[in-house]
């Protein structure tokens, strides 16, 4: 598990990671996890934790249902970026057209990446 907190100017701090693949991922026990993070934020960071992302998976859902039962003024949601990459994996998955197009994509990709044309393609703005 890896957490990040959100300064007020909106900047990612990573702040922890955890080695959970040791653990059966059970709500409680990833709970205990989030709460302790939030109170090392809360006091490393001097702040308030405001609100809790994860995936929707059913297991990190019933954590943060915990976790606010015990802090009511943190709210929890879903990662939209994780449901974004779901909902797109989703609709390219029903449409082969698109499917066989993303794959071939992917391997021109892969195929170039590190050549002298992938360098040029991706070079960074302003340089030359």
């Given at each position: ?19 959970t693949t040791a653990e ?50 943190v709210v929890s949601l ?51």
């Open positions: 598990m890896a957490f990040m907190a959100i300064s007020s100017a909106r900047q990612a701090i990573p702040t922890r990671s955890i080695d059966r991922h059970f709500a409680h026990i990833l709970c205990a996890h989030m709460v302790a993070e939030l109170e090392y934020v809360e006091k490393e960071f001097d702040t308030k934790v405001k609100a809790i992302i994860t995936d929707a998976a059913s297991d990190c859902r019933k954590a943060r249902s915990l976790l606010v039962e015990q802090y009511p003024h879903d990662c939209f970026a994780h449901q974004m990459n779901l909902l797109v994996g989703n609709y390219l998955k029903s449409q082969p057209e698109a499917s066989a197009l993303m794959k071939q994509a992917f391997e021109v990709s892969s195929q170039t990446q590190g050549s002298r044309t992938h360098k040029q393609i991706h070079r960074p703005s302003g340089s030359s």
